[in-house]
T-cell receptor, first 113, second 110 residues
């Protein structure tokens, strides 16, 4: 089955620690995205990548970092510099940027205390 | 500025019809998407409109008026499983990124 996987589903960390969220897709999509979802707000774009070894900042990139070393993988690191890291993180992909719909992974709920 | 507005919450009865509205103001327009999201799960794609008019897909239909900056999602023959949040998103033609509304939580009552 083709799709996007994110792991783990739930993640707990202490304040001051960096944490990396994984995102893998086997859809052969070029473009991948990371969003953050908070209650009462629309999805906000953190980073996106249109091609391997290239990525761009979204609207709320501060305190986050990404890499795109393989087409299938787009991990997100939430650093200690992120002021409010507790949120639901969604990874998505699309065949190419600007082409039709994005497909989403199941999400990772990160809680930082 | 860029803005997407949807009602926060709506309630409807099983078997009935409900219309969820979305209004938008964006610097550029390259299509409007509707997604369904059950609590704690991933959004799933429902529909895409880029030209004015109605797109029908089974029990779900979506309408777009670009001149009015307006779209609606119409759900017919409501089922309990339709209880979810419905997200409206507009693709900005300047950078092809999606601008998301906060979503409309739809509650279906028996």
């Amino acid at each position: 089955d083709g799709g996007i996987t994110q792991s783990p589903k739930y993640l707990f960390r202490k304040e001051g620690q960096n944490v990396t969220l994984s995102c893998e897709q086997n859809l052969n999509h070029d473009a991948m995205y990371w969003y953050r979802q908070d209650p009462g707000q629309g999805l906000r774009l953190i980073y996106y990548s249109q091609i391997v070894n290239d990525f761009q900042k979204g609207d709320i990139a501060e305190g986050y970092s990404v890499s795109r070393e393989k087409k299938e993988s787009f991990p997100l690191t939430v650093t200690s510099a992120q002021k409010n890291p507790t949120a639901f993180y969604l990874c998505a992909s699309s065949a190419r940027q600007g082409v039709r719909e994005q497909y989403f992974g199941p999400g990772t709920r990160l809680t930082v205390t | 500025g860029q803005n997407i507005d949807q009602p926060t919450e709506m309630t409807a009865t099983e078997g009935a019809i409900v219309q969820i509205n979305c209004t938008y103001q964006t610097s550029g327009f390259n299509g409007l998407f509707w997604y369904q999201q059950h609590a704690g799960e991933a959004p799933t794609f429902l529909s895409y409109n880029v030209l004015d008019g109605l797109e029908e897909k089974g029990r779900f239909s979506s309408f777009l008026s670009r001149s009015k900056g307006y779209s609606y999602l119409l759900l017919k023959e409501l089922q309990m499983k339709d209880s979810a949040s419905y997200l409206c998103a507009v693709r900005d033609s300047s950078n092809y990124q999606l601008i998301w509304g906060a979503g409309t939580k739809l509650i279906i009552k028996p």
